[in-house]
Antibody, heavy 121, light 107 residues
Framework: EVQLLESGGGLVQPGGSLRLSCAAS????????MSWVRQAPGKGLEWVSA????????YYADSVKGRFTISRDNSRNTLYLQMTSLRAEDTAVYYC??????????????WGQGTMVTVSS | DIQMTQSPSSLSASVGDRVTITCRAS??????LAWYQQKPGKVPKLLIY???TLQPGVPSRFSGSGSGTDFTLTISSLQPEDVATYYC?????????FGQGTKLEIK
């Protein structure tokens, strides 16, 4: 079964840092681009960042550029999101998502259950 | 950046009704358009990709159409389990922007 499992969320003070992880299983992780998508409480979906299958291409929303870093370890089947200089407006559930087909670009067919990040003093 | 605008923001319809949600891109995106369904408290689910291709396992009452800048999601006969928020998303290039969502309720 194809699965994505996020971890690493929690409560952090403004200006702090946090690293999210997304463990993948049930598919050949190294052949699929991956993304992070977030959803603030009661709000809509916001695409945050994407990374190519090999990890050489990374892309960011303007709202997180310069503060967040996406990476992956294909030997560990794991996706990461390093978040620094966190702000209250970064408070959200963070989902990792897999693209449907190895040939980009494509939609997100598998989503993790999400991990909550709360930025508050 | 390309903006994605959905309408309406909310919608109330009766069981059996035909429901249509629209999504407009501020620039052409060919057919790189997906629709997702998010039920309350649940993870988003892919319904349609490439503007009109139904994801396997999705009921055939869902359909998508459009190309370029204007797209529609249609539910041919609304069912109680279709209560959810629906999002469109452009995925041709970054940023892979979502629409603001359409909340669908049963009348």
């Amino acid at each position: 079964e194809v699965q994505l499992l996020e971890s690493g969320g929690g409560l952090v003070q403004p200006g702090g840092s946090l690293r999210l992880s997304c463990a993948a299983s049930g598919f050949t992780f190294s052949t699929y681009a991956m993304s992070w998508v977030r959803q603030a409480p009661g709000k809509g979906l916001e695409w945050v960042s994407a990374i190519s299958a090999g990890g050489t291409g990374t892309y960011y929303a303007d709202s997180v550029k310069g503060r967040f870093t996406i990476s992956r370890d294909n030997s560990r089947n794991t996706l990461y999101l390093q978040m620094t200089s966190l702000r209250a407006e970064d408070t959200a559930v963070y989902y990792c998502a897999k693209v449907r087909d190895p040939t980009p670009p494509d939609a997100f067919d598998i989503w993790g259950q999400g991990t909550m990040v709360t930025v508050s003093s | 950046d390309i903006q994605m605008t959905q309408s309406p923001s909310s919608l109330s319809a009766s069981v059996g009704d035909r429901v249509t949600i629209t999504c407009r891109a501020s620039q052409g995106i060919s057919n790189y358009l997906a629709w997702y369904q998010q039920k309350p408290g649940k993870v988003p689910k892919l319904l349609i990709y490439a503007a009109s291709t139904l994801q396997p396992g999705v009921p055939s009452r869902f359909s998508g159409s459009g190309s370029g800048t204007d797209f529609t999601l249609t539910i041919s006969s609304l069912q109680p389990e279709d209560v959810a928020t629906y999002y469109c998303q452009k995925y041709n290039s970054a940023p892979k922007t979502f629409g603001q969502g359409t909340k669908l309720e049963i009348k």
